[in-house]
């Protein structure tokens, strides 16, 4: 049986409206896993994406299509989209789905009632977001994740099937708990890249070239490294730097150091709630109340 039901999955064929840098790289994974593939692509972006990561096979290339015919098209159809276009997609979408159609959307945010529209048509909706970054590029086909999964009992089955094609893991969130499942990863991911890039610019400034050999990159690599893996492993444990040990003249001169860049603000609330989170005084350690 379990047989079976893996090879329907493998037969069925998969739609993917949105070639971005999720949706190109999805369906280059599903195809790889055995299924059929069609996408839309608009801008000549996702054109040179679909190109690039899913060239032809035995002389077959994948199917770009208008959006209605990937719909009218597929078993499987996935809109990979930006947040504030879903729900208007899945309007726009909604009279050319049929009924017992498998619907998914790779939003965060959102669960399966951004896709209410087609679920009033018969289609089985499903919030199916991979909790990664993508590149768009050859770079992310190799790079498994957690997805987050919301969708009702029916639907439960298909995507875990197809989260088991990717090489991934399903997690499974409420539907009232979506928004805070998408903070969460927002907060840790994006607001990494804008930390590690501030820190970056400023150790750029104060680096000496020589022979070319001024790399911020490495400087960072190994410390944010074992950083990023002690946090992951220990929590709080894991803190350590002058807020954790209260060096009062250290956070002082830091600020001092800091008093005309853009990072200046970033350190600050960090700094505080830093010291909110192990209990200690920010204002106290800085001398004076700051506000970033």
């Not at 996408?39 to 208008?66: C, K, M, W, Y």
């Not at 590149?135 to 790079?143: C, K, M, Y």
């Not at 002082?252 to 008093?259: F, I, M």
Request: hydrophobic residues 45%; glycine residues 8%; charged residues 25%.
């Amino acid at each position: 049986m379990e047989r079976k039901r893996q090879q329907r999955m493998t037969r069925s064929t998969v739609g993917v409206i949105g070639a971005g840098r999720v949706g190109s790289v999805l369906a280059a994974k599903l195809r790889a896993a055995g299924h059929p593939v069609l996408v839309s692509a608009r801008s000549d972006a996702s054109v040179l994406r679909v190109q690039t990561l899913l060239p032809p096979i035995n002389g077959h290339s994948v199917e770009v299509l208008d959006p209605a015919e990937v719909v009218r098209r597929s078993d499987v159809l996935m809109l990979a989209v930006p947040d504030d276009s879903l729900v208007s997609l899945a309007e726009e979408l909604a009279p050319h789905v049929r009924a017992g159609q498998v619907v998914l959307h790779t939003s965060g945010r959102h669960g399966t009632g951004a896709l209410e529209a087609l679920a009033r048509r018969g289609a089985r909706p499903i919030a199916f977001h991979p909790a990664m970054t993508f590149t768009g590029t050859e770079v992310d086909l190799d790079r498994a994740c957690v997805f987050g999964l919301t969708a009702g009992p029916a639907e439960k089955e298909v995507a875990e099937s197809l989260v088991a094609d990717l090489g991934g893991t399903p997690v499974w969130i409420d539907e009232a708990d979506r928004v805070t499942y998408h903070a969460a990863l927002a907060h840790g991911a994006n607001h990494l890249v804008t930390l590690v890039s501030q820190s970056m610019d400023l150790l750029r400034g104060v680096m000496a070239e020589e022979a070319g050999a001024a790399d911020p990159a490495a400087v960072l690599r190994p410390l944010l490294g074992a950083a990023l893996s002690n946090a992951l492993d220990y929590g709080d444990a894991a803190l350590t730097g002058p807020v954790k040990r209260g060096d009062a003249t250290t956070v002082r001169a830091h600020l001092d150091a800091l008093e005309d860049t853009e990072v200046r603000d970033t350190y600050v609330a960090l700094a505080r709630a830093t010291a909110d989170r192990i209990g200690r005084d920010f204002d106290e350690l800085a001398g004076e109340r700051i506000e970033a």
